[in-house]
């Protein structure tokens, strides 16, 4: 790229200066163990890098002359540890002990006085998005002004994420003061985030943004405006491609992209900073201006661009990390390149510490490193070869993104995109030109709509080839294949990018490594078309892979009609469980109870099926649910109905008896922690193809215990395990049921300690066999030979 500088020969300079590294090393795991671990190790590892730097640096003072050029990089590790020791393991600690952490446990109600940090983002599932055609909540960071809990001040200062309704909160711009009341909820780990905050209703009080942000925010809605042009997939994926703005892109594409590993495209990263700055420097040589003015246009447009997008920690990484390219191209020195890299690390960290637990801080920092380190030595190695300089870059780029990010993907999301290559192969010529014609169109979309507009259709062919690419490459069997997430899947995907890489260096590994993808396809693909495996035959009961929530389908034993019991706790993950099982007709849905894990994702079993009617228990808290689930029906024209204890349900291979709850719930408005929901739940018996099954909710141990005295019949092959397997179960309930088969549903790395090992224990121990949905992902429930059996269909991501 420097030849955009320069009319001398493009050569790969192989020498590059790593002297920064140890002090971005320290600075980054400093702050991510101390993320994961506490302010302590933040503390521990920025002394030690300080320490080792300082007996390094004094032996190479020492040395001589020679040994003394290391010296500056020693005196960067001190700074750069004292700094982790310092400032970031305070402002961990700070974090940490924030006030409003305690009543965050307790989910109590919370008044805040904030400022909006980054633009809403929104919150939307592929079942309900699609189908709709917009998202129902966002996420907003903000950073704590004031706080009122329970009537009194508490001295918080951290940041809070609220999650509120899409219509009211999504115009919002960072820097406007807020006024909003919600519930408060532990902030997930990992995070300086201190708590988060689920709110109902509008802002109370909003304030005015600071001037350029509302500018920015005028120039999305023209290039959105002028993007109306293009057909509904297209001009919702224009804005994204530009400026990160995915509110009009509908799901189905969003996942596509994902699957197809061509999701980097949908969110602004610092390939889309390298485009905007490459075609100024572009410009730049053909007026003949010097690399001086040249990088000074390209920086001016950089910080524009950062503007326009909106300066969150996402873009800035963004930024940092195209300017680590531009600094290069700049210097026309590859080598210049990894220390600023390096030195963008230590200043991200320092700056904002939560990006050390980023993946896509992670994906950036290692994507740069793979173009800087492998791209430039692939591509000189296929020039060798005689094949032309442009698709030797154009190869050697996508393959070197996807083999040094890959294992991050793989631990952090547990899958592997086998399609990536090939599909953004396919995209990366029209990427460039796409962009740059988005932003010119973003710029005139203002003072000269049409102008814009033209712009737009001339994009419209190359966004729509996009789409196409990534829907046809989502579209192979196989695209997508599960991997063990967490540190042991994410190395044992970089021992195998290791051993491609050595293999790629000699002829013979090159052709065995081949000749085994090729027998891997020709093996895997058949098996995937012509006998997918799921859903299993005569399914009986599904635990449908919802998260930490329930979403329980009973086959009724007519082609594509299921009774649903509890809906998860958002749109999506039981409306894809049902696509799955091929379910369009629901003759009921049982809510057992109205915490949200149970009736957040109602909206998208309603949408685009037929649903006979939506039945309740006698609860009618809390409040916001049950007015949110009536809502929802009248809506729709579903009935709402009530169950009572002792009412019968007749399917041909379905009975549902309800037993319960025989506990008296609590009076609407009254305080509760939440255990006299849980109690109301509705409880069932249900006599499937495959056993007797039991629904038990939440129940804990007084509705529990009711169900004992009362003399219940609670017999069972099937057991849905109360509670997602928590303590607060009977050892004398589960040993009534004495079940066969105990399914779980609970999500993967949930910070309430679900399920308890003392319950499974207990099931175990009574003979039955525990499937989890956090391990096993959707767990159907079949007739066998000798009892109810399970068939598994793995985690889905």
Same mark, same amino acid.
């Given at each position: 790229?420097?030849?955009?500088?320069?009319?001398?020969?493009?050569?790969?300079?192989?020498?590059?200066?790593?002297?920064?590294?140890?002090?971005?090393?320290?600075?980054?795991?400093?702050?991510?163990?101390?993320?994961?671990?506490?302010?302590?190790?933040?503390?521990?590892?920025?002394?030690?890098?300080?320490?080792?730097?300082?007996?390094?640096?004094?032996?190479?003072?020492?040395?001589?002359?020679?040994?003394?050029?290391?010296?500056?990089?020693?005196?960067?590790?001190?700074?750069?540890?004292?700094?982790?020791?310092?400032?970031?393991?305070?402002?961990?600690?700070?974090?940490?002990?924030?006030?409003?952490?305690?009543?965050?446990?307790?989910?109590?109600?919370?008044?805040?006085?904030?400022?909006?940090?980054?633009?809403?983002?929104?919150?939307?599932?592929?079942?309900?998005?699609?189908?709709?055609?917009?998202?129902?909540?966002?996420?907003?960071?903000?950073?704590?002004?004031?706080?009122?809990?329970?009537?009194?001040?508490?001295?918080?200062?951290?940041?809070?994420?609220?999650?509120?309704?899409?219509?009211?909160?999504?115009?919002?711009?960072?820097?406007?003061?807020?006024?909003?009341?919600?519930?408060?909820?532990?902030?997930?780990?990992?995070?300086?985030?201190?708590?988060?905050?689920?709110?109902?209703?509008?802002?109370?009080?909003?304030?005015?943004?600071?001037?350029?942000?509302?500018?920015?925010?005028?120039?999305?809605?023209?290039?959105?405006?002028?993007?109306?042009?293009?057909?509904?997939?297209?001009?919702?994926?224009?804005?994204?491609?530009?400026?990160?703005?995915?509110?009009?892109?509908?799901?189905?594409?969003?996942?596509?992209?994902?699957?197809?590993?061509?999701?980097?495209?949908?969110?602004?990263?610092?390939?889309?900073?390298?485009?905007?700055?490459?075609?100024?420097?572009?410009?730049?040589?053909?007026?003949?201006?010097?690399?001086?003015?040249?990088?000074?246009?390209?920086?001016?447009?950089?910080?524009?661009?950062?503007?326009?997008?909106?300066?969150?920690?996402?873009?800035?990484?963004?930024?940092?990390?195209?300017?680590?390219?531009?600094?290069?191209?700049?210097?026309?020195?590859?080598?210049?390149?990894?220390?600023?890299?390096?030195?963008?690390?230590?200043?991200?960290?320092?700056?904002?510490?939560?990006?050390?637990?980023?993946?896509?801080?992670?994906?950036?920092?290692?994507?740069?490193?793979?173009?800087?380190?492998?791209?430039?030595?692939?591509?000189?190695?296929?020039?060798?070869?005689?094949?032309?300089?442009?698709?030797?870059?154009?190869?050697?780029?996508?393959?070197?993104?996807?083999?040094?990010?890959?294992?991050?993907?793989?631990?952090?999301?547990?899958?592997?995109?086998?399609?990536?290559?090939?599909?953004?192969?396919?995209?990366?010529?029209?990427?460039?030109?796409?962009?740059?014609?988005?932003?010119? =169109?973003?710029? @005139? #979309?203002?003072?000269?709509?049409?102008?814009?507009? /033209?712009? &737009? +259709? %001339?994009?419209? $062919? *190359?966004?729509?080839?996009?789409?196409?690419?990534?829907?046809?490459?989502?579209?192979?069997?196989?695209?997508?294949?599960?991997?063990?997430?967490?540190?042991?899947?994410?190395?044992?995907?970089?021992?195998?990018?290791?051993?491609?890489?050595?293999?790629?260096?000699?002829?013979?590994?090159?052709? =065995?490594?081949? @000749? #085994?993808?090729?027998?891997?396809?020709?093996?895997? /693909?058949? &098996? +995937? %078309?012509?006998? $997918? *495996?799921?859903?299993?035959?005569?399914?009986?009961?599904?635990?449908?892979?919802?998260?930490?929530?329930?979403?329980?389908?009973?086959?009724?034993?007519?082609?594509?009609?299921?009774?649903?019991?509890?809906?998860?706790?958002?749109?999506?993950?039981?409306?894809?469980?049902?696509?799955?099982?091929?379910?369009?007709?629901?003759?009921?849905?049982?809510?057992?109870?109205?915490?949200?894990?149970?009736?957040?994702?109602?909206?998208?079993?309603?949408?685009?099926?037929?649903?006979?009617?939506?039945?309740?228990?006698?609860?009618?808290?809390?409040?916001?649910?049950?007015?949110?689930?009536?809502?929802?029906?009248?809506?729709?024209?579903?009935?709402?109905?009530?169950?009572?204890?002792?009412?019968?349900?007749?399917?041909?291979?379905?009975?549902?008896?309800?037993?319960?709850?025989?506990?008296?719930?609590?009076?609407?408005?009254?305080?509760?922690?939440?255990?006299?929901?849980?109690?109301?739940?509705?409880?069932?018996?249900?006599?499937?193809?495959?056993?007797?099954?039991?629904?038990?909710?939440?129940?804990?141990?007084?509705?529990?215990?009711?169900?004992?005295?009362?003399?219940?019949?609670?017999?069972?092959?099937?057991?849905?395990?109360?509670?997602?397997?928590?303590?607060?179960?009977?050892?004398?309930?589960?040993?009534?049921?004495?079940?066969?088969?105990?399914?779980?549903?609970?999500?993967?790395?949930?910070?309430?300690?679900?399920?308890?090992?003392?319950?499974?224990?207990?099931?175990?121990?009574?003979?039955?066999?525990?499937?989890?949905?956090?391990?096993?992902?959707?767990?159907?429930?079949?007739?066998?030979?000798?009892?109810?059996?399970?068939?598994?269909?793995?985690?889905?991501?």
């Amino acid at each position: 790229m420097s030849s955009l500088l320069s009319r001398e020969p493009v050569t790969v300079e192989r020498q590059h200066d790593p002297r920064l590294v140890p002090a971005a090393v320290t600075v980054w795991s400093a702050a991510l163990l101390g993320l994961l671990w506490g302010w302590w190790a933040c503390l521990a590892i920025g002394a030690l890098g300080a320490l080792i730097a300082v007996a390094v640096g004094w032996r190479d003072a020492r040395a001589g002359p020679e040994a003394a050029r290391r010296l500056p990089a020693a005196g960067a590790l001190v700074v750069c540890g004292l700094l982790a020791a310092g400032p970031v393991a305070a402002r961990l600690a700070g974090s940490e002990d924030d006030p409003l952490r305690e009543p965050a446990r307790d989910g109590s109600e919370v008044t805040l006085r904030a400022t909006v940090a980054e633009r809403p983002k929104p919150v939307r599932s592929a079942g309900y998005a699609g189908r709709q055609g917009g998202a129902r909540s966002v996420v907003v960071p903000v950073d704590v002004v004031s706080a009122t809990v329970r009537g009194r001040p508490v001295g918080s200062t951290g940041r809070v994420v609220l999650i509120a309704p899409f219509a009211e909160w999504s115009r919002l711009l960072p820097g406007q003061q807020v006024m909003a009341s919600g519930a408060l909820a532990p902030a997930r780990t990992g995070e300086l985030t201190v708590a988060a905050a689920y709110v109902r209703g509008p802002p109370e009080q909003s304030g005015p943004a600071p001037w350029w942000q509302r500018k920015a925010e005028s120039i999305r809605a023209a290039l959105r405006a002028v993007c109306s042009v293009l057909a509904e997939e297209p001009a919702g994926l224009l804005p994204g491609l530009v400026v990160g703005d995915t509110s009009a892109l509908p799901a189905r594409v969003e996942q596509e992209f994902l699957d197809a590993g061509m999701s980097h495209l949908t969110a602004v990263s610092g390939a889309n900073v390298a485009i905007v700055c490459g075609a100024v420097l572009l410009l730049a040589r053909v007026l003949r201006l010097g690399p001086r003015l040249s990088a000074f246009a390209a920086g001016a447009v950089l910080v524009g661009f950062v503007v326009l997008v909106g300066y969150e920690p996402s873009v800035l990484r963004a930024g940092v990390m195209g300017a680590v390219g531009l600094l290069a191209l700049v210097l026309g020195r590859q080598g210049s390149a990894m220390p600023a890299l390096a030195a963008a690390v230590c200043a991200l960290v320092l700056y904002d510490p939560a990006m050390a637990a980023s993946m896509g801080f992670a994906l950036s920092v290692v994507a740069t490193a793979g173009l800087v380190l492998l791209a430039p030595k692939w591509a000189e190695a296929l020039s060798r070869r005689r094949v032309p300089p442009g698709l030797a870059e154009g190869l050697a780029v996508p393959v070197a993104a996807f083999l040094v990010t890959a294992p991050i993907i793989a631990g952090m999301a547990g899958e592997v995109s086998l399609v990536s290559v090939v599909a953004n192969l396919l995209a990366a010529p029209v990427v460039a030109p796409v962009t740059v014609l988005g932003v010119l =169109a973003a710029v @005139l #979309a203002g003072p000269w709509a049409a102008g814009a507009e /033209v712009l &737009v +259709q %001339v994009a419209g $062919p *190359g966004v729509s080839w996009l789409v196409f690419v990534a829907r046809e490459a989502s579209g192979v069997p196989g695209a997508v294949v599960a991997w063990p997430s967490g540190w042991w899947g994410g190395l044992l995907a970089a021992g195998i990018a290791g051993l491609v890489v050595l293999a790629l260096r000699h002829r013979s590994a090159r052709v =065995a490594l081949a @000749l #085994a993808l090729a027998s891997l396809l020709v093996v895997l /693909v058949p &098996v +995937q %078309v012509v006998s $997918p *495996g799921w859903p299993p035959r005569n399914w009986a009961v599904v635990a449908c892979d919802v998260g930490q929530g329930d979403g329980l389908v009973l086959a009724t034993g007519e082609p594509g009609r299921a009774v649903v019991v509890d809906a998860g706790p958002e749109p999506g993950p039981l409306d894809r469980c049902l696509d799955r099982l091929d379910v369009d007709r629901v003759p009921l849905v049982v809510l057992s109870h109205l915490h949200a894990d149970h009736v957040g994702g109602l909206a998208s079993v309603l949408d685009g099926r037929s649903v006979g009617a939506v039945a309740v228990g006698p609860g009618r808290t809390p409040g916001w649910a049950w007015r949110e689930v009536a809502a929802e029906t009248s809506a729709r024209g579903v009935p709402l109905l009530e169950l009572s204890l002792g009412d019968r349900l007749d399917w041909p291979a379905l009975r549902l008896d309800v037993v319960g709850p025989r506990y008296v719930p609590r009076e609407q408005g009254e305080e509760d922690d939440g255990t006299g929901i849980n109690n109301s739940s509705v409880v069932l018996r249900a006599d499937t193809a495959a056993g007797r099954a039991l629904l038990t909710g939440d129940v804990e141990l007084a509705a529990q215990g009711d169900l004992l005295s009362a003399g219940a019949d609670l017999r069972a092959e099937i057991l849905k395990v109360p509670h997602h397997g928590s303590r607060f179960t009977l050892p004398q309930f589960m040993g009534a049921v004495a079940p066969r088969v105990a399914l779980v549903s609970v999500g993967a790395e949930n910070t309430y300690g679900h399920p308890n090992r003392t319950t499974l224990s207990v099931l175990t121990r009574g003979g039955a066999l525990v499937a989890r949905t956090d391990t096993g992902g959707d767990t159907a429930v079949v007739p066998g030979g000798d009892g109810p059996a399970v068939v598994r269909r793995g985690v889905s991501r």
